[in-house]
C-alpha cells in the first residue's frame, strides 16, 4: 500500500543512486520546502473557506455559496483579488522592518513545520528536543506582530502589538506548562517517541482527568497565542480597527493572514500529536483485533482527522464566546489557567512516579 | 479557606455558562434548515418579510380613489428629519363653505430613516408602512413622491 514514508524512501534511493550525496540533500531540501510551501497555500486556501462556512452555519447562515460548486472556489478568488492590489508601505513608516515582518510572520510559521510528524515516518526533521523546539521558535510569532505594530508609524498598530506582546508572553506560560504534563508522562521531549508512547492509548484517554486539563488549557492558551477570537486583543477589529495589520494591504496582508491560518494549523497539529495520539491510530489497550483494525486507515487520514477536529475545535470557541478585555485576558491567565496547570502539572508527576496511568 | 471553595465554584461556573454557549451554537451547526438568511436575488418572487420590516411610507386609497388625510400635518411636525412635506389647499363645499385638505403629500423617500414616528402620529391611519424595498433609481428627483394619487379626496366622514 502507498504511504507518505513509501514515497519518500523509493526518491530518496533514486536521488541518491543518480546524484552524490551532497547533491542529493540539495535536491531533497528543495522538494521539502515546494512541498511546505504547497502545503501552505493549499491550507491557507482550506482553512480559510472551512472557517466562513464554520462561521456561516454556527451564525444560521450559509456562507460562501456563489463561486463555483458550493462557494468552493471562494477563497481562490480573495487570493487572486489580493495578488493583484497595490501593496502600499506609508510614508511615515519604517520600511524596511514594515517589509520584513510579513516575512518573518511566514518564516516562523514554516520553521514550525519542521518537527512534526505528518505520517508515520514521514517528517522534515527528527529531533530529539521536538518539542522544546516548537515552544521556542512559537515565541517568535510575536516579533513578526511587534515589528510590523511598531513600523507601521500607527498609535492603533502599536497599541495593538503590544497587546499582543503581553498576550503572548503570559499564555506561553500556561502551553509550556500543560506540554509539560505529556513530556512528564511520557517521558521524551522527541515527538516521535511520545507518538510511540500513545500506541497503547492516547494520552487524553491514558492520563486521566489531569491530562484532559492539561489539553483543555493548552488549547485555551494556543487559541490565545495564535490571536484569534475570543483572544484577538491584537487585531481588535472594533477597537484598534485592525490593530497591528491596519496598514497592510495587498500581499503583505494576505501572509500575515496566512500566517494566522498556518499557525492555527501547526498548534492544532502539535496538540493533536500531544494529546491524541498524532499518526498513531485509535487503540484501545490489548484489543489485538480492534487495534489491527484500526491500523488500516492511513496514519496520514489520523493524523489530518485530529488536527482538523482541533482545528474545529478552535473555530467553534471563536464564534461563540464573546471577546475579552486586555484585564480580563490577563486576569485569566495569571489568576487561573496559570494556578490550575501548575497544581495540575504537579498532579501529573505524581502520576507518572507512581504509574496510575495505564 | 472560604476562598479556595469560592474560587473552584467561579471556576465551575464559568466552565458550565461556557459549555451551554458552546451546546447552543453546536446545535445551529447541526441543524441548517435554521437558516434565516434568504437568497435574495434567487427568491424574488417568493420572498418572506417579517411583520415589522419598513420599506417606505404610503397611502392608502380605498377604490373611489379616496384617502384618509385631513392635512392636519401630525406627521410632518413628528417627522425628525423633514421628509413630509404637506401642502394645503382650500376645498369649497357645495354649501360655500372652505374645508382645509391636501392639495399635495410630498413625500422625500432618500431623506426617511422608515423611524415609522409619521405612522404612529396619524390620527387617522391615513398612511402606513410598505414593504417594498428596491429603491434604486438613476435620478435622484424620482425618490420625492406624491403620496396623494390625482384628483383623490379626502374620505366621507372622515375628520
Not at chain 1, 502600499?88 to 518564516?107: Q, R, S
Not at chain 2, 435554521?34 to 420599506?55: A, M, S
Not at chain 2, 384618509?68 to 369649497?92: H, M, Q, R, S, Y
Not at chain 2, 363653505?97 to 403629500?105: L, Q, T
Amino acid at each position: 500500500m502507498w504511504s507518505f514514508s513509501k514515497i519518500s524512501n523509493i526518491l530518496d534511493s533514486w536521488l541518491s543512486e543518480t546524484f552524490s550525496p551532497t547533491w542529493t540533500m540539495v535536491i531533497e531540501m528543495v522538494i521539502a520546502g515546494i512541498c511546505v510551501i504547497t502545503l501552505f497555500a493549499l491550507l491557507g486556501l482550506v482553512l480559510v473557506l472551512m472557517e466562513r462556512r464554520v462561521a456561516a452555519w454556527i451564525q444560521i447562515r450559509l456562507g460562501p455559496n456563489r463561486v463555483g460548486p458550493g462557494g468552493m472556489l471562494q477563497s481562490l478568488a480573495d487570493t487572486v483579488k489580493l495578488l493583484v492590489k497595490e501593496g502600499m508601505t506609508p510614508d511615515g513608516a519604517d520600511k524596511f522592518l514594515f517589509n520584513l515582518a510579513p516575512i518573518i510572520a511566514m518564516m516562523v510559521a514554516m520553521l514550525l513545520m519542521a518537527p512534526i510528524a505528518f505520517a508515520s515516518n514521514f517528517q522534515l526533521w527528527d529531533l530529539n528536543i521536538g518539542v522544546l523546539y516548537v515552544t521556542a521558535i512559537s515565541s517568535l510569532m510575536v516579533i513578526s506582530i511587534l515589528m510590523a505594530g511598531w513600523a507601521s508609524n500607527n498609535k492603533y498598530s502599536l497599541m495593538g502589538a503590544m497587546r499582543s506582546g503581553a498576550q503572548i508572553v503570559s499564555y506561553e506560560l500556561s502551553a509550556g506548562l500543560s506540554i509539560m504534563a505529556i513530556v512528564v508522562l511520557s517521558s521524551s521531549l522527541n515527538l516521535n517517541d511520545i507518538i510511540q508512547s500513545q500506541a497503547d492509548g492516547w494520552w487524553i484517554f491514558k492520563g486521566h482527568i489531569p491530562v484532559f486539563i492539561a489539553f483543555l488549557i493548552f488549547i485555551i492558551a494556543v487559541t490565545a497565542e495564535t490571536n484569534r477570537a475570543p483572544f484577538d486583543l491584537a487585531e481588535a477589529e472594533s477597537e484598534l480597527t485592525a490593530g497591528f495589520h491596519t496598514e497592510y494591504s495587498g500581499m503583505k496582508f494576505a501572509l500575515f493572514f496566512l500566517a494566522e491560518y498556518i499557525n492555527v494549523f501547526i498548534v492544532c497539529a502539535i496538540g493533536a500529536t500531544l494529546f491524541l495520539g498524532g499518526w498513531m491510530p485509535f487503540h484501545i489497550g490489548h484489543w489485538e483485533a480492534f487495534n489491527h483494525v484500526m491500523d488500516f486507515i492511513p496514519s496520514s487520514i489520523w493524523f489530518f482527522g485530529k488536527t482538523f477536529f482541533l482545528i474545529f475545535l478552535i473555530m467553534w470557541f471563536r464564534w461563540t464566546f464573546p471577546r475579552l478585555r486586555i484585564d480580563q485576558l490577563l486576569d485569566l491567565e495569571w489568576k487561573y489557567l496559570l494556578p490550575i496547570s501548575m497544581f495540575n502539572l504537579l498532579l501529573v508527576t505524581l502520576m507518572a512516579i507512581l504509574g496510575w496511568h495505564f | 479557606m472560604m476562598f479556595i471553595v469560592k474560587y473552584i465554584k467561579e471556576v465551575f461556573s464559568g466552565l458550565k455558562s461556557l459549555a451551554i454557549g458552546l451546546r447552543r451554537t453546536l446545535y445551529y451547526f447541526t441543524h441548517h434548515k435554521e437558516i434565516i438568511t434568504q437568497q435574495y436575488p434567487d427568491n424574488r418572487d417568493t420572498l418572506v418579510f417579517p411583520d415589522r420590516f419598513k420599506g417606505e411610507v404610503v397611502m392608502a386609497h380605498d377604490e373611489n380613489n379616496e384617502h384618509a388625510c385631513t392635512g392636519c400635518t401630525a406627521c410632518e411636525l413628528a417627522c425628525p428629519n423633514a421628509t413630509i412635506k404637506i401642502v394645503t389647499k382650500f376645498d369649497i363645499s357645495p354649501e360655500g363653505k372652505k374645508k382645509k385638505a391636501i392639495d399635495k403629500f410630498v413625500y422625500h423617500l432618500e431623506l426617511c430613516t422608515m423611524c415609522n414616528l409619521c405612522v404612529v402620529a396619524c390620527p387617522t391611519d391615513a398612511i402606513k408602512m410598505a414593504q417594498t424595498f428596491e429603491h434604486s433609481v438613476f435620478n435622484r428627483a424620482e425618490l420625492t413622491k406624491v403620496l396623494n394619487k390625482p384628483e383623490s379626496k379626502v374620505r366621507e366622514g372622515v375628520e
